[in-house]
């Protein structure tokens, strides 16, 4: 089954299921086939890059349940690879539009920005092109 997010895909695969119990061996209920409610929602994945689980719950509610006991079912799941080590490329969003010029009159800067947002980035990284702009002469008094 595949699932797919704003920019990667996500591959789940198939769920193993796990039982466990706050208090084994205490039992409830009379004797015979475990009854379960229904399984929770699945959650969402551990992780955000690399590999992740997703994971759901039910609880035993009749038959021959021990006290608490549930039953878990995990699936991976897959996004790509984690690129936030140091020596990994850095990974930039597009350029931002260029401001206003600085300056009404002579000479001025002009400014746009982009953020690193993958990669070897440090956390709020951006960088920053500078241009030169020149709108007009000021008319200054002599």
Not at 53 to 79: D, V, Y
């Amino acid at each position: 089954m595949t699932f797919i997010s704003l920019c990667a895909t996500v591959s789940i695969d198939k769920p193993e299921t796990t039982a466990s119990s706050s208090q084994t061996g205490r039992r409830v209920g009379r004797q015979g086939p475990k009854m379960w409610d229904q399984w929770s929602d699945w959650s969402g994945c551990s992780v955000t890059c690399g590999v992740g689980k997703l994971s759901r719950w039910r609880h035993c509610i009749a038959g021959g349940c021990s006290q608490g006991e549930k039953e878990q079912q995990l699936k991976t799941c897959t996004f790509p690879a984690c690129l936030y080590e140091d020596g990994q490329p850095k990974i930039w969003d597009q350029w931002g539009k260029w401001s206003c010029c600085s300056a009404s009159c002579g000479p001025g800067k002009v400014s746009r920005w982009r953020h690193c947002v993958a990669g070897g980035c440090a956390p709020g990284e951006k960088e920053a092109q500078i241009k030169q702009c020149y709108l007009s002469e000021c008319d200054y008094p002599q």
